[in-house]
């Protein structure tokens, strides 16, 4: 082999060696450190609480981020498939690329409807708030019976085993008792009205005409005045006008006077 065609071949080599190191370094500069430090590039976390896991999802890519559903628990406040929290937390800074981890709505626990036939009406009450459901006092009807005691529920407006919302209006009719032989008006002079209200017609009476008179010196809504006086034998089903305090010095207007049907309970039908 001559010289010349072995300097010739050196030379391939060496133009071949210089352009693969030329590749190598371009690939680099274009591909393998842009890479790199785009992966270790700093970003703020949006926040998508509140979200659907749908639109959290593609928040998140949008700004380079990856979502994994951690848990699902049950939230009344937020409806069945929406995000309720996220770790990292909204606005922390963190790498690209991370994944964002995230609790997610299953609805609102229902609660269930206990039988509360036979209890008091205060045992109903702690029964009912143990099951996250609301009764109060407001919710109680009352009605004479031969079988249940005084104070005990004889009927509930929803039966017991039924899957509810905890904000399910509920209604309980409670006994008086036995009809008694004669009615007496209670004393509810210095009482609220909504306490007056419940002695008169736990009595087996009725509210008659309420009127508002200005008097400073005393709470909204006292008694001040009733009639007939208390301790007077009644029928049943009488009414009872009440004189109620106010601080509005300029009373209530006729026209704006609450009457019997106004403040009357009705209890309502159980199902």
């Given at each position: 082999?001559?010289?010349?065609s072995?300097l010739?071949q050196?030379?391939i080599?060496?133009?071949?060696?210089v352009l693969?190191?030329s590749?190598g370094?371009?690939?680099v500069?274009?591909v393998v450190?842009?890479y790199y430090?785009r992966n270790?590039?700093?970003?703020e976390v949006p926040?998508?609480?509140?979200?659907?896991?749908?639109?959290?999802?593609?928040v998140?890519?949008?700004?380079?981020f990856?979502?994994?559903?951690e848990?699902?628990?049950y939230d009344?406040?937020?409806p069945?498939g929406t995000v309720?929290?996220?770790?990292?937390?909204?606005f922390s800074?963190?790498k690209?690329?991370?994944?964002?981890?995230v609790?997610?709505?299953i609805?609102?626990?229902?609660?269930?409807?206990p039988?509360l036939v036979?209890?008091?009406a205060?045992?109903?009450?702690?029964?009912?708030?143990?099951?996250?459901?609301?009764l109060?006092?407001?919710d109680f009807?009352y009605?004479?019976?031969n079988?249940?005691?005084?104070?005990?529920?004889m009927a509930q407006?929803?039966?017991?085993?039924?899957?509810?919302?905890?904000?399910?209006?509920?209604h309980?009719?409670?006994?008086l008792?036995?009809l008694?032989?004669?009615f007496k008006v209670?004393?509810?002079?210095?009482?609220?009205?909504?306490r007056?209200?419940k002695?008169?017609?736990?009595a087996?009476?009725?509210?008659?005409?309420v009127?508002f008179e200005?008097h400073?010196?005393l709470?909204?809504?006292?008694?001040m005045?009733q009639?007939p006086?208390?301790n007077?034998?009644s029928e049943?089903?009488?009414?009872i006008?009440?004189k109620?305090?106010?601080l509005?010095e300029?009373?209530i207007?006729?026209?704006e006077?609450?009457?019997?049907?106004d403040?009357?309970?009705?209890?309502?039908?159980?199902d």
């Open positions: 082999m001559s010289l010349f072995s010739q050196w030379l080599a060496l133009i071949i060696v693969v190191f590749l370094a371009l690939l500069d274009q450190m842009p430090t270790g590039e700093e970003l926040d998508i609480v509140e979200l659907k896991v749908e639109q959290a999802d593609s998140l890519r949008r700004h380079g990856e979502l994994v559903e848990r699902e628990q009344w406040t937020y069945e309720i929290a996220q770790n990292p937390e909204p800074i963190t690209r690329g991370r994944r964002i981890y609790t997610v709505s609805g609102e626990k229902l609660s269930v409807m039988n036979g209890k008091s205060r045992d109903a009450m702690f029964t009912t708030q143990k099951e996250g459901l609301n109060t006092e407001e009807g009605e004479y019976s079988y249940y005691p005084a104070t005990v529920v407006s929803i039966p017991p085993g039924t899957k509810l919302r905890r904000d399910t209006p509920l309980m009719t409670v006994s008792g036995t008694p032989n004669e209670p004393d509810v002079v210095g009482q609220t009205l909504e007056a209200k002695q008169i017609l736990m087996g009476l009725e509210i008659g005409e009127i200005y400073p010196d709470l909204p809504n006292t008694v005045s009639s006086k208390p007077e034998k049943q089903g009488a009414f006008d009440l109620i305090s106010t509005d300029k009373g207007e006729d026209d006077v609450e009457t019997s049907e403040l009357k309970y009705e209890p309502e039908d159980a």
